[in-house]
C-alpha cells in the first residue's frame, strides 16, 4: 500500500502499524481476516484507505498534464502527439494491474454490505466514489469499457476480457455511483482537506457532468446532443448545493498563488489535496519540473495564450492597438494579476540563502519567454535540483466548480447577471480586475476569442467563460480533457508555440530593472557586459529543437520542439494489441 498517497497521513500511519501484514491490493480471503475488516469502523476506514491511491500521483503532479495542450510549449513531442508513436502496440492501460483497483474496490462492496457496522454506508459511498473515478478515467481513455460491479477473479477471462459497454451506458452507472456517494456520505467537511467528503463528491461530480454533457454536445457523430443538457443541469444543480467553500482571500498580488505553495491546502477554497510532507519524505517535483533546464518537459505558456488575460480595467488586452509588437516588459503591465502569479515578470523574486534576489524570465530555462511560477516555491535549494517540494498537491477547488457552473450555465443559455457576478466576477475581482465585466455579462464576441478556438464558439458568454477557464485553471491539469471534450483535438497540433515580441537582435532588459537578461543574436556568439545574461541563438534553421524569430531578425519567438501529428482516432486510445489479442472480443477503437 503506497502510503505517500493516503492523504490522511497520521491516521494512515497508525492503522498501518496495526495491519503491517495485509496487503489491500489483495483481497482478504481467510474469515478471521475478514472478520477483522468488515466487522468494525476502524477496519473499513483502513482498507477504505487503499482507495485513495486513485487520486493523481504527487510525485507526478497535476501541474504536468497540461504540458501536452494548446496553451504551453514543452521539450519534445509526447507520444501522444508524436508521429506514429501510439498505436495498439504502444498504447496500454489494459492489464490486470490496470483493472486491479476495481476488483478491490468491488470486493470491498460486497464485503461492507454485509457489514453489521452501523456507518457501512458512509463506507460504501466511499468507495462508489472511487469507483466512478476509476471509471470516469476508463471511459475517457478508451470510450467502450466492461462494467464490472463484482469481485472478478485475476484470471477471470470472461468478464475482463468480454465484451466491452457502450460508453454513454457506463457514465449513466458512474453518475448513480457519484449520487449514492453524495447521499451516503456522511462527512460534511474536512479541515485538513484531505478526506472525501460529501463536498468533494459533489465537486468531482460538476467536474465529470460537465465533461459527459460536453462530448455528448460536441461529438455530434454519436447523436447524443439530445441528451447533453441534462448533464449540463446536474453541474449546476450540484454546484448549487456546495457548501462552506469560498474564493481564498488575501491580497490581490498573491492570493491565486498562494493557493500554490501553501505547505497545508487553504480550507477556505481547496476541497480536495494531497497532503505532503518533508517529515515522512512525501514529496512532489514541482520545481524541478519547471525550473530545471535538464529535467522533466520545461514547460513555458504561448504568447498566443498569455494575449488571453485581460487588462485590469476588464478590456482584452488585444482590443489595444498594436498589442502584436509589444515587448515583454511592457506586455505584462496592467494585465490580470493571475498573470504575474503564473510566469515570472516585473518585480517577481527568488529567495537564495534568505536574500531576495531579482529573477527575471530565464532563458535557459525557458522556450518562451513566459517562465512558470505557479506551483514553484521561490526558495531554491533543495526544490530547483531535487524532487523535494512539500507544499501541498492540490486537486480539486472552489474555483473550478464555480467554472463548471459557469460552462454549463452558459451552454444552457441560463446565465444571469447574478449568476455571472458570483462565478465569473467573482474570479475576476480577486484578480484586481475591475470594470463592468465584474457584474454585466458580455454583449459582442471578442474575435481574438472567437480565433483562438477556431470558430467553435461565437456565444459571447460562453467564450468570456473559456477564457477565464484558461487563465484560472492553467497547469491543474484539466486542459487536455477540455479540448477532447470541446472536440477540439486539433488545437494539440495546431497551436503554435511561440513567445515573446523581439524588436530585433539583441541585449534585452525582461523586468524593467535596468539590467539586460537575454541577448538575442544570429550567427558567431557575441560578448556582453552583462554578468548572467542568456544568449539566444536564434540562427535561421529548421532542425528540431531551435528557437527562431517569427521574422527573422525580429518577431515573435518561435519554438520547434519537432512535428505534432492529430487524428481525430485520438480522441479514444486504442485498445492494446496484446489484450485485443487475447480476446478479439474487445474489438477496437475507430480508426485503430
Not at 224 to 251: G, M, R
Not at 385 to 403: K, P
Request: aromatic letters at 12%.
Amino acid at each position: 500500500m503506497k502510503t505517500r498517497k493516503i492523504l490522511n497521513y497520521m491516521l494512515a500511519a497508525m492503522l498501518i502499524a496495526t495491519a503491517s501484514s495485509c496487503d489491500l491490493n489483495e483481497v482478504p480471503v481467510d474469515t478471521a481476516t475478514n472478520d477483522a475488516v468488515f466487522g468494525s469502523e476502524s477496519g473499513l476506514e483502513l482498507y477504505a484507505s487503499s482507495f485513495y491511491n486513485l487520486l493523481p500521483d504527487p510525485d507526478v503532479g497535476v501541474f504536468q498534464i497540461d504540458d501536452n495542450s494548446d496553451l504551453v510549449a514543452r521539450n519534445g513531442v509526447d507520444n501522444y502527439l508524436a508521429v506514429n508513436a501510439l498505436s495498439p502496440i504502444t498504447s496500454s492501460g489494459w492489464s490486470v494491474s490496470d483493472w486491479a483497483p476495481v476488483r478491490n474496490i468491488n470486493y470491498f462492496l460486497e464485503n461492507t454490505e454485509k457489514s453489521s457496522v452501523p456507518t457501512k454506508n458512509h463506507y460504501l459511498g466511499v468507495a462508489r466514489f472511487f469507483r466512478a473515478l476509476f471509471y470516469f478515467d476508463k471511459v475517457k481513455r478508451f470510450g467502450d469499457v466492461p462494467w464490472i460491479d463484482k469481485t472478478i477473479d485475476v484470471k477471470d477471462d470472461v468478464s475482463l476480457y468480454g465484451p466491452r459497454m457502450n460508453r454513454y451506458e457506463v457514465m449513466e452507472k458512474v453518475l448513480a455511483d457519484l449520487n449514492f456517494a453524495i447521499e451516503n456520505i456522511t462527512l460534511a467537511s474536512d479541515p485538513s482537506v484531505t478526506r472525501i467528503t460529501k463536498n468533494v463528491a459533489r465537486a468531482y461530480k460538476t467536474r465529470i457532468a460537465l465533461f459527459e454533457a460536453s462530448w455528448r454536445k460536441y461529438h455530434t457523430e454519436d447523436n447524443k446532443q439530445a441528451t447533453a443538457n441534462t448533464w449540463y443541469e446536474e453541474v449546476v444543480k450540484e454546484a448549487n448545493a456546495i457548501t462552506s467553500f469560498t474564493l481564498h482571500s488575501a491580497a490581490a498580488d498573491r492570493a491565486y498563488r498562494d493557493l500554490f505553495i501553501a505547505k497545508s491546502a487553504y480550507a477556505d477554497e481547496s476541497i480536495l489535496s494531497v497532503a505532503l510532507s518533508a517529515n515522512l519524505q512525501v514529496y512532489s517535483s514541482a520545481n524541478r519540473r519547471f525550473i530545471s533546464p535538464t529535467y522533466g518537459n520545461r514547460p513555458s505558456l504561448t504568447r498566443r495564450f498569455v494575449n488571453t488575460y485581460l487588462n485590469l480595467d476588464g478590456t482584452p488586452f488585444t482590443s489595444k492597438k498594436g498589442y502584436e509588437t509589444t515587448p515583454f516588459v511592457e506586455e505584462v503591465k496592467n494585465r490580470d494579476l493571475r498573470l504575474k502569479q503564473t510566469i515570472r515578470t516585473g518585480d517577481y523574486t527568488r529567495t537564495e540563502n534568505g536574500v531576495p534576489v531579482v529573477a527575471p524570465p530565464n532563458f535557459s530555462q525557458t522556450y518562451t519567454g513566459y517562465q512558470p511560477i505557479k506551483w514553484c516555491y521561490d526558495e531554491r535549494f533543495p526544490f530547483d535540483d531535487e524532487s523535494r517540494n512539500d507544499n501541498a498537491h492540490i486537486v480539486m477547488r472552489w474555483a473550478e466548480v464555480l467554472l463548471n457552473k459557469a460552462e454549463a450555465l452558459a451552454e444552457l443559455d441560463k446565465m444571469t447577471a447574478a449568476e455571472w457576478t458570483s462565478t465569473i466576477g467573482a474570479l475576476r475581482k480577486r484578480a484586481g480586475i475591475t470594470g463592468a465585466t465584474l457584474t454585466s455579462l458580455p454583449t459582442t464576441a471578442d474575435p481574438y476569442m472567437i480565433s483562438f478556438f477556431g470558430g467553435k464558439f461565437s456565444n459571447p458568454v460562453l467564450l468570456e467563460v473559456l477564457r477565464e477557464r484558461g487563465t484560472e485553471l492553467v497547469f491543474e491539469g484539466l486542459r487536455p480533457d477540455d479540448l477532447r471534450r470541446w472536440k477540439l483535438g486539433n488545437l494539440f497540433q495546431d497551436a503554435p508555440m511561440n513567445g515573446m515580441y523581439v524588436p530585433a537582435l539583441g541585449e534585452y532588459d525582461l523586468n524593467g530593472d535596468g539590467k539586460n537578461d537575454v541577448y538575442f543574436y544570429q550567427g558567431t556568439k557575441p560578448t556582453s557586459t552583462t554578468p548572467g545574461i542568456a544568449f539566444v541563438d536564434v540562427s535561421p534553421s529548421t532542425a528540431v529543437g531551435r528557437i527562431q524569430l517569427s521574422k527573422g531578425t525580429s518577431g515573435e519567438v518561435i519554438w520547434n520542439p519537432g512535428a505534432r501529428e492529430w487524428a481525430d482516432k485520438k480522441y479514444l486510445y486504442p485498445i492494446p494489441e496484446p489484450d485485443r489479442i487475447r480476446n478479439p472480443a474487445l474489438g477496437q477503437n475507430p480508426g485503430w
